[in-house]
T-cell receptor, first 112, second 112 residues
Framework: DAMVIQNPRYQVTQFGKPVTLSCSQTLNHNVMYWYQQKSSQAPKLLFHYYDKDFNNEADTPDNFQSRRPNTSFCFLDIRSPGLGDAAMYLC???????????FGSGTQLSVL | GQQVMQIPQYQHVQEGEDFTTYCNSSTTLSNIQWYKQRPGGHPVFLIQLVKSGEVKKQKRLTFQFGEAKKNSSLHITATQTTDVGTYFCAGPFATRANNLFFGTGTRLTVIP
């Protein structure tokens, strides 16, 4: 089945230690998104790629970076995680801009 | 700033009762999408409304998009325990049409 896959499901890192979360898709969608979701809150858009075109939200901390080496893969890099970065990170794809989103199962990040 | 609010934040209903969540945007939306997130899960797309005043039904679920395209509602008739979860509306602001912003969500609990 075509899908959006995120690995790992749970990630534990230390305060200040760089961490990378990965996302892959078999849907061949043009757009890939990274959302951050904290407990009992709505998903918050961090950035998205339309094909190779990177779009950063104005309030996304500089600590967060992203890479999309090809259509299928997208990575979220957190350079120096703080305690406030502990959250669920959701990757999503859509065929075109603002079309329906297909989400991965998410990576729950803990920062110790 | 631009934001999308939902009310109520929480709703507890007896199984068989009806449920409604309301979504209100500070600015006009190009379209409105609804997602359901089960506890511990990821958001799953339910439906998209595009036209002013549009009404769509999916079995026991009825979705409406307001005439001014600034509000929307989701109504569930005769709730079942499988309806448990958080319901999010999401939409691109007409002035920022490339980004999908999520509402604050309504968490539904159904008591058997």
């Amino acid at each position: 089945d075509a899908m959006v896959i995120q690995n790992p499901r749970y990630q534990v890192t230390q305060f200040g230690k760089p961490v990378t979360l990965s996302c892959s898709q078999t849907l061949n969608h043009n757009v890939m998104y990274w959302y951050q979701q904290k407990s009992s809150q709505a998903p918050k858009l961090l950035f998205h790629y339309y094909d190779k075109d990177f779009n950063n939200e104005a309030d996304t901390p500089d600590n967060f970076q992203s890479r999309r080496p090809n259509t299928s893969f997208c990575f979220l890099d957190i350079r120096s995680p703080g305690l406030g970065d502990a959250a669920m990170y959701l990757c999503a794809t859509s065929r075109g801009k603002v079309e329906k989103l297909f989400f991965g199962s998410g990576t729950q990040l803990s920062v110790l | 700033g631009q934001q999308v609010m939902q009310i109520p934040q929480y709703q507890h209903v007896q199984e068989g009762e009806d449920f409604t969540t309301y979504c209100n945007s500070s600015t006009t939306l190009s379209n409105i999408q609804w997602y359901k997130q089960r506890p511990g899960g990821h958001p799953v797309f339910l439906i998209q409304l595009v036209k002013s005043g549009e009404v769509k039904k999916q079995k026991r679920l009825t979705f409406q998009f307001g005439e001014a395209k600034k509000n929307s509602s989701l109504h569930i008739t005769a709730t079942q325990t499988t309806d448990v979860g958080t319901y999010f509306c999401a939409g691109p602001f007409a002035t920022r049409a490339n980004n999908l912003f999520f509402g604050t969500g309504t968490r539904l609990t159904v008591i058997p």
